[in-house]
T-cell receptor, first 109, second 114 residues
């Protein structure tokens, strides 16, 4: 079967660092996406990992381990505007993208 | 900037009605998708299309159909709306043939079936 797991909710403090984990089991793997979705808005693209390792993009970094079926999104220097849901998604075989349920991140002052 | 628009942000329909949700993208993308998003279930793929007049079933196609007569437009049809189709519907498009195959989403249509 196809399964993507990520925590339902997380809370962190403004200025701190938070890591959102994602584990997956899918039939085929071509890459892994992270999307950000603010309440009531459409998801927007954050990152796409194909190879193992860490990719850094400003305050956001994404890590992938294909052998472990594991990824994380690292957010540094948290700001209040980072309060949102973060969606992990796998680009599997048959050119389909499978989404996890999302992690709702709340930032407290 | 890629723009994906959906015909309505909010829609209220009665059980048994035929419902049309329209999606238009302006970036000449080959691929278009329809998802529904429900709390705790994430985004689930209903149908997708890789080309004009072409459609493929996603994970939950039952009770839905689609139409793609023009490259820029992808319509989702609920033949006879039911209360369990109350949801947020998101349309997305993406280019084909080059990574990262990023999907661009429309603002969503919140459909309530009473």
């Amino acid at each position: 079967g196809q399964n993507i797991d990520q925590p339902t909710e997380m809370t962190a403090t403004e200025g701190a660092i938070v890591q959102i984990n994602c584990t997956y089991q899918t039939s085929g793997f071509n890459g892994l996406f992270w999307y950000q979705q603010h309440a009531g808005e459409a998801p927007t693209f954050l990152s796409y990992n194909v190879l193992d390792g860490l990719e850094e993009k400003g305050r956001f970094s994404s890590f992938l381990s294909r052998s472990k079926g594991y990824s994380y999104l690292l957010l540094k220097e948290l700001q209040m505007k980072d309060s949102a849901s973060y969606l992990c998604a796998v680009y599997s075989s048959a050119s389909k993208i499978i989404f996890g349920s999302g992690t709702r991140l709340s930032i407290r002052p | 900037d890629v723009k994906v628009t959906q015909s309505s942000r909010y829609l209220v329909k009665r059980t048994g009605e035929k419902v049309f949700l329209e999606c238009v993208q302006d970036m000449d993308h080959e691929n278009m998708f329809w998802y529904r998003q429900d709390p705790g279930l994430g985004l689930r793929l209903i149908y997708f299309s890789y080309d004009v007049k072409m459609k493929e079933k996603g994970d939950i196609p039952e009770g839905y159909s689609v139409s793609r007569e023009k490259k820029e437009r992808f319509s989702l049809i609920l033949e006879s709306a039911s209360t369990n189709q109350t949801s947020m519907y998101l349309c997305a498009s993406s280019p084909s043939g080059r990574a990262p195959y990023e999907q661009y989403f429309g603002p969503g249509t919140r459909l309530t079936v009473t």
